[in-house]
């Protein structure tokens, strides 16, 4: 399938959130022309930022309502779009039924378009990593496209916290097998590791999860999470470029998957420590983690921890694939704490001495 022309019409699902608003910002920096989908493009809040872009003045940026629980409702954005990027969420991943019927419909306004020849799908490397039994990663430590979790282990449920990365795996098919039936457009999906980096509008700042405990964490929080599993990241901008290097690239084919990550890992600890190692003119005060999982859990800490170090991260498919590269996690932490302080107005807990500015 031919990839997108340059200057083509991309439609970008979740325009709002954190990884879509940077999606939609380096689409128009490298000349396409965007359709940005929000559900309310009445909520400043929400939409604001994408007004004040570069492109909304001139039209090169529209924004389009559409909810994904509104069967037809992409119709407009799609008509006549080369491309789309579906990075929305939807409203939930309990219900596998519900995931599985906004996505036929969301690929029913696919092909209605006439036009979209490439769709990347937002999945998550929830959808390679994330086991109910962790010895299954000391089985198959290797973190890379071809990895699945294990889907015959019957406790693997919505019931038992794995309902996004089975929704995310559904999409991920429901999508491919849709492309190859119709033969007109494919779908090549991303699967982003743990987003860091700036956001570009205050109510980002709760969404994530990632900038959201780091910004708990300038307030004074910080908390254990994911088992003891480190964070795995990827900076949000490099996540957009990644989207787009796949919307662009002449390499990939219909149902492939590629992880976008550094490969770096970092413990919660240490993310929250490196604040004012990265920022030491602010001050942080740096929080003592606070551990909040049950003693079942608590006891095995220093297995789980060896279980993760034994964890090797891929994402040579992707560089391969689009000649992209990613940037050290010190940066995007770095950018992250900054939008938090300049456009959120997070004020975050200091040291004796320390101030903000006027
Ligand atoms: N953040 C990460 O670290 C990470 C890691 C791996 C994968 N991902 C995936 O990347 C995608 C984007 O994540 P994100 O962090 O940018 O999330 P986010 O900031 O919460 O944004 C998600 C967007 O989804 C939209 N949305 C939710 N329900 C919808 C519905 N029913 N119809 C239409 N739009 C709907 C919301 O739109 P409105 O604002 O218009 O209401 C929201 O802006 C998700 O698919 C997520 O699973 C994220």
């Known amino acids: 399938m031919a990839p997108v022309p340059r200057g083509g019409v991309v439609a970008v699902t979740g325009s709002a959130g954190f990884v879509g608003g940077w999606v939609v910002r380096r689409l128009l920096q490298r000349g396409y022309r965007v359709r940005a ?16 872009m570069p492109g909304y003045a001139s039209r090169r940026l529209t924004l389009h309502a559409a909810d994904l629980d509104q069967p037809g409702s992409f119709d407009a954005a799609f008509a006549g779009a080369d491309a789309v990027a579906h990075i929305s969420h939807v409203s939930g991943y309990a219900d596998q039924d519900h995931i599985l019927r906004v996505s036929q419909d969301l690929i029913d306004s696919i092909e209605r ?69 119709s033969g007109r457009w494919d779908a090549i999906v991303c699967c982003p590791g743990d987003n860091v980096g ?47 290097g796949l919307l662009e690239s002449p390499r990939v084919a219909n149902g492939e998957r590629y992880i976008a990550w550094s490969t770096e890992t970092r ?30 859990i608590r006891e095995r800490e220093t297995e789980m921890r060896a279980i993760w170090a034994g964890c090797q991260l891929r994402n040579d498919r992707i560089r391969a694939v689009t000649g992209m590269s990613f940037r050290p996690l010190d940066e995007s932490l ?25």
């Open 37 to 52: 989908c929000v559900r309310n493009t009445a909520d400043l809040t929400r939409v604001g930022f994408l007004k004040a």
């Open 198 to 244: 700036p956001i570009q509008s205050a109510h980002q700042k709760d969404m994530g999860p990632w900038q959201s405990l780091i910004n708990q964490m300038l307030l004074g929080e910080c908390r254990q999470n994911g088992v003891y599993r480190p964070w795995m990241t990827v900076d949000v901008r490099d996540d957009a470029d990644a989207h787009i």
């Open 334 to 358: 770095r950018d992250c704490v900054e939008s938090l302080l300049a456009i959120a107005g997070t004020r975050p807990v200091l040291r004796p001495g320390f101030s903000l500015p006027d």
């Open 113 to 181: 378009s006439g036009s979209v020849r490439r769709v990347v799908v937002t999945s998550s490397v929830a959808a390679i990593i994330s086991e109910m039994d962790l010895q299954e990663l000391v089985r198959r430590p290797v973190f890379d496209e071809d990895r699945y979790p294990d889907e015959s282990n019957p406790k693997r449920t919505p019931e038992r916290g794995q309902g996004y990365s089975m929704g995310k795996l559904a999409i991920e098919r429901v999508f491919s097998q849709a492309a190859a039936r």
């Open 267 to 296: 413990p919660v600890e240490t993310i929250c420590a490196d604040i004012d190692r990265l920022l030491p003119e602010l001050g942080h005060l740096t929080p003592p983690v606070t551990d909040d999982f049950p003693p079942r």
